[in-house]
């Protein structure tokens, strides 16, 4: 609590809501729907990354690559921002463990926050049809070259399982093989009782 030109101001304590997963496993499908109906912001590091392709340019893959980079520090600088006014907030993105788990430890240490971790998954097959199926759509911003990248997504499909993160909290697995069986109403009690939680 602080006062601010005379008014108490309280900030409730912010949770993290993260959504992780090999590539095309479903992560955006699930969490448009979770950040509509809990009323929370969403940060995509494909959707920053979109922006700055539209306003940097389209080149080639590891260009796309360096501006994915950029956006993972974006969304750590969006997930401060909103935790600074004590709002949760929805991050989502296939995480490399070794790599945010630094960011995400310090994120939670600096502002006392709880995490849970919605972690979607299929078979290595699905996916990868999935993906190029993606790709081959036209749907997709094409600045991310990723009709460039079959044959490497592919090889970390068939060697990788989905991310989880070691930085404590829940753990929800979803297998997104068959979205139509997924139960979406199980997810969202669960992530409401979290954010109701002290």
Known sequence: ???????LMTHKHPKLIILTGRPAAGKSTIGQRLSQDLK???????GIREVLLDQLGCRDRPWAQLL???GI???????????????????DNAFDPTLSRPGFQALKAEYNAESIQIVCNSDSETLFHRFKG??????????HREEDAFDHIREILSREES???????EVIEVDTTDFEKIDYQAILEKI???LRSK
Do not use: Q, W
């Not at 991310?163 to 909290?169: E, Q, S, T």
């Open 1 to 7: 609590m602080y006062l601010v030109a005379g008014f």
């Open 192 to 194: 409401n009782l979290f």
């Open 68 to 70: 994915g980079k950029a």
């Open 73 to 91: 520090d974006l969304m750590f600088y969006f997930a401060h921002a909103e935790f600074d006014v004590g709002n949760s907030i929805i991050l």
């Open 40 to 46: 929370l912001p969403i940060i995509s590091k494909d």
């Open 134 to 143: 993606r790709v081959e759509s036209g749907n997709r911003h094409p600045g």
């Open 163 to 169: 991310p989880v993160l070691d930085i404590g909290g």
